[in-house]
């Protein structure tokens, strides 16, 4: 059984900073794209980042571009995002995803972690 956990969510006043992680269990971590999604309230849910598998190249949503840093530990099987300057409108729901090499949808999720930025 597929588990991805996110963890690292919190309070934290704009321009803070703060890491999410994800650690995954029940699949091959090293053949699985890794993402990270959000959703506020009211809003459907966007792209963050993603990283491939075991080269590391990595993808970012335009609006998290420069402040946000995906990475991933294979032999951890974890994803982190490190967010800096944070910003009120990146309050959300934050959500690790994966994805299986040649596949193009995300089959797997965590149960997603609060952020909220106070301003």
């Known amino acids: 059984q597929v588990q991805l956990v996110e963890s690292g969510g919190g309070l934290v006043q704009a321009g803070g900073s703060l890491r999410l992680s994800c650690v995954a269990s029940?699949?091959?971590?090293?053949?699985?794209?890794m993402g990270w999604f959000r959703q506020a309230p009211g809003k459907e849910r966007m792209f963050v980042a993603d990283?491939?598998?075991?080269?590391?190249?990595?993808t970012y949503g335009e609006s998290v571009k420069g402040r946000f840093t995906i990475s991933r530990d294979n032999a951890k099987n974890l994803v982190y995002l490190q967010m800096n300057s944070l910003k009120s409108e990146d309050t959300a729901v934050y959500y690790c995803?994966?994805?299986?090499?040649?596949?193009?949808?995300?089959?797997?999720w965590g149960q997603g972690t609060q952020v909220t930025v106070s301003s």
């Open positions: 029940g699949l091959t971590f090293s053949s699985y794209y």
């Open positions: 990283i491939s598998t075991k080269i590391g190249r990595t």
């Open positions: 995803a994966a994805r299986l090499i040649g596949t193009d949808r995300y089959a797997y």
